[in-house]
């Protein structure tokens, strides 16, 4: 039910030392509210070719499908590292199934390379729902005038290109935006709770692009469920750095002359963390399996992976703080760091309730 | 094996479960082996061990030359799964073949292969329990029953409580002291493969919170036993306990297979959402009624998936030993509340008991109630999380 190919546990090796080299949690709070992506790392990452992991071979790429990520993701999850990595590989394989044979050529062997892609889907309400938009795409000749806001768009500043939604003659699309298209001052930077998330504000009003960049397909549930896929995966290796955060302050805290890992007030709850790693990294690669089988339930699998870790993440960032005392009431206190980053994965895509909502009938109104 | 072999090998347990499941008794069967509290029930159930015994669905790994099967042990694995599929009723000789047996296997002498094996698997020697005392419980290493040696035979005296089976069994897996000396309490505990059919051996049932039997209290009043029972040396009781937890608890393999239990599954509980009506409407239609069920039913994927998972050493987390030691904890508990929330659905009928007027006679309530034998016994539900933390997380001991 679960399949995992040796070619993915070598990545997941590889990865995995990767990002533990450059995962020291001093690095990641250099790199907080940082004003450009560490460009050292992203080299490095684009010369391991984990660019083109899921890019066709024809452009340049290994030809495998996106849940062949997900062992890189989960890795730099769990070392809380941040880059446009999980935006620029999600734009790759949009382009590719929904981008026109120009579009593809043109821009996935750069993306192999080193380009940095991004999404703009989210507006100003917050809604999950991706169709639920005003941002508009009005035509006249060969161009295309846009209006309206996006929010969340992680390293608009550097990106080369953004996939944006907008409706287009009451229809929503995808359009290819370039760098160069967006007017100095449409690009502003916003204040979010993942310090380590760089995300912008992009003002589309007065945007001109050329008709053809209007992509072919507008498959917004693969857009949702690919990146769902991906926070799981980072939610998955992130339960598993604060668990080791939380461990290792319960060996070596000491009040009233024990330690306090030895108080079952905090060490049940550490075991129901690590129980919920569990069911979380189960999840996630159950899910990963349906997605590269092309499977039926792939949707129902995502979706819960995405409830149950949401939920779990949250909780184990939340109690860390807790078992720290007042110094998890500091910033100097790594918990928060975790913390921060569960609920930035938790309200991307989709709460708990969210998805348990949507999954309802998914579950209950089918035959058994 | 092949993967042909095995899906051939699998229709053809399906098949044989099929065909051979027995006809309802007429009387209310137990759900778990810890419940067995009177003798019509006890032999169906023996009889029915018996049966998938030589047909040769358990045991299937253990050596040939005690009696097991000599096969690899992915083909027992496959027919204990097509036996809970086929919701047949459980093996009720659980503690010899899962916990007893093993240990045997793996540290008993020759002759007590030879002397035991076979009559586990087939139903014809029961085995018991002889750990918990009234006053040690979740604290076994304080057990006080004495076993004091007199020339080649041990004088037992005390008591066990708690003991599953105790009036069926023949033999017992106990721990006792044979000193009160030593180091810690720990030091003074040696383990026996007692035979219960002696004088001064008397198991006195205990009657449960549902109403029915299923264990006792075991008196021991200058009971003789041979002092070839001891296995081990002195002193080495508790080592060997702890070997017999890992197994009952599953936290290693070796055991004969089998289900002890009647399985609830979330499907159960589903499919009992869209037959019974709350306030006027099927249940399955209460939108309260429905989170939870999508929250048991991403519970239990998470236990039927950390079991997958689990076979992938690649896909180990940092806690490997994680998924092994929390298996009783997980399933026991999810059953627990699965139960309870069953009740929930069956509004002011909710509070009958096993009885015709009650929604299928009862065994919502009957069940909850006994699901507290698996959140108890073997250690109960916090020694199970506390271990964890212990072994699992490597935090200091309480
Ligand atoms: C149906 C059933 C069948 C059984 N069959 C057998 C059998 O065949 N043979 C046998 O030997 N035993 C058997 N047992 C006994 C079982 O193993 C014990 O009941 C169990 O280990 C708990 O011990 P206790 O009853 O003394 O409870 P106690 O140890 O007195 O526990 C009382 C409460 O305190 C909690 N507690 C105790 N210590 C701690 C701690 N350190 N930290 C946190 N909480 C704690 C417990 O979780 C529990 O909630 C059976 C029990 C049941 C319910």
Redesign the pocket.
Known sequence: MIKFTDEQSMLLETAADFCRNHGPIEKVRASLDADDIDRGLWQEMSDLGWLGINVPEEYGGLGLDISSIVPVVESMGRYLLGSPYVSSVLVAECLASCGSDSQRSEWLPKIVAGTIGTFALTEEDGSWVLDDIEAVGTVSDQTLHLTGTKMFVTDADVADLIIASVKIDGAVRLVLIERNQIPPGNLSREVVIDQTRRSFRLNLDGIEISASQVLAGSDLKAIELNSMLMLCAEMSGGLTGVLQVIVEYLNTRKAFNRLIGSY?SLKHPSADIVLSLEAAKSHLYYAATLVSDGDDNAETAIRMAKAQASEAFAFAGDRAVQFHGGFGFTFECDAQLFLRRALWCQYQHGDENYHCRLLEPLLLDQAV | MTEKELVEFRAEVAAWFRDNAPDDPGFLLPETF??VGTDEQFEFLRDWQHKVYEAGYLGMAWPKEYGGGGRPQILQDIATQEMAKARVPFMTNT?GLNWAGPLILKMGREEDKKRYIKNILSAEDIW?????EPD?????GNSQCRAVRDGDEYVLNGS?I????GTYARHMILLARTSTEGSNKYAGLSYFLAPMNVPGIDPKPIQKLTGEY??CQTYFDNARIPADCLMGQEGEGWNIAMVTLTFERGATGGQAGGISSMELTVNDVVELARRVKRNGKPAIEDPDVRRQLVNFLIESKSNRLMGVRSTIPALASEWPTAVMMSGKLRASELNRRLSRFALSMLGANAARFVSDEATDGGKWQRGYFNA??AT????????QK?IIGERVLGLPK?
């Open positions: 079952q | 810890m419940e503690i018991c329990q002889g750990f918990s040690a419980g979740s604290d076994l066990k708690w003991t599953s089976l299923g264990f507290f034998s108890i016994g073997g250690g109960t539900s916090q020694i506390n309480d």
